[in-house]
């Protein structure tokens, strides 16, 4: 067992792999993935600002020191995981061709950052923005799209260590990419997982937020690492993706809604699922990592098909 506390930096998952933690998992704080090997890395998302990005740099060199990245993954096209591209001009880029056409689609640093201070501090849209986006520094980016793109799968490689790149999307995004390392038994989710928390739906539809969950769940990967960790860090993965499946449940028993202070969509939060459907409940099997509140606990432990064990 591992236990590290949970704050910012690059923590070993296994031998060739890592996770970049970033505090407190809110809007633009979002987690990457590194895959060292034979003197060759692949990187999975980059940050928010060219700031962000350079300190994940730092703890990319300091984790895997003469490393050269080969290739960035870009899981989706939210500015958080792909606004830091440009500073690794040497790597490939790659992502799904939803995604190329998405980054081109969100909206730009400049026109965010305008957004951000132009409306009034003293409305409630302008106080949330100041809130949550005021304190990040959008300067110099330039939108750096993945370079290649593919559509339903693809592999690539840190030297010997070969990953595949399973298109799930669209779901959070038009594009959602996430990352499975067989060998090494890692996956990188992107945002199809968020932490204890409403997932957020920017495209949908919800039947294929469902598929995604429970195609990580089919992998048996070990260690699931999310997209954002506001507060536990891994998350049983039948729990988020029972968050959705209520939708697609005949007349679920009502469950009192938790209001997330950080994201918000209209995704009902409930574990309610797996009660309501015995088809779900038998997919709840694979064993994966959890975190404990306040610190990463690597130690697997046993999905049941018990609701309450989730």
């Known amino acids: ?167 799930v999307g669209p779901a959070h995004t038009s594009g959602d990419v996430i990352v499975h390392v067989p060998d090494e038994g890692v996956l990188y989710a992107g945002d199809i997982l968020f932490v204890d928390d409403h997932p957020v739906m920017w495209t949908g539809p919800v039947s294929n937020w469902i598929a995604a969950c429970e195609r990580i769940c089919e992998t048996g990967a070990r260690y699931v690492v999310p997209g954002h960790d506001g507060s536990r860090g891994w998350t049983p993965i039948p729990r988020h993706r029972d968050r959705a499946a209520p939708r697609h449940v005949p007349h679920p028993r009502p469950q009192q809604q938790r209001r997330s202070p950080t994201h918000r969509s209209s995704a009902p939060s409930t574990n309610a699922a797996t009660r309501s459907s015995p088809r779900l409940r038998r997919r709840a099997g694979p064993t994966h990592t959890t975190i404990r509140p306040g610190r990463l606990k690597l130690d697997r432990i046993k999905t049941t098909s018990s609701p309450k064990a989730l």
């Open 1 to 167: 067992m591992i236990e590290t506390p949970y704050v910012i930096g690059m923590h070993r998952l296994t031998a060739r792999t890592y996770v970049y933690l970033q505090p407190p998992g809110t809007w633009g704080f979002s987690n990457c993935g590194l895959v060292a090997a034979d003197g060759e890395a692949v990187l999975v998302d980059t940050q928010f600002t060219l700031p962000l990005t350079q300190r994940l740099l730092a703890a990319v060199r300091a984790a895997a020191p003469g490393a050269r990245v080969t290739t960035v993954v870009t899981t989706h096209a939210n500015g958080d995981h792909c606004w830091g591209n440009q500073l690794l001009p040497d790597a490939v880029t790659i992502g799904s061709a939803a995604t190329a056409q998405g980054v081109a689609d969100e909206i730009s640093p400049e026109a965010l950052a305008h957004l951000i201070f132009a409306t009034p501090g003293g409305t409630a849209l302008g106080a949330y923005l100041r809130r949550f986006f005021g304190h990040f520094d959008f300067a110099g980016i330039d939108l750096s799209p993945p370079e290649q793109t593919f559509t339903g799968e693809a592999q690539i490689a840190a030297g010997g260590t070969m990953m595949r790149l399973l298109e």
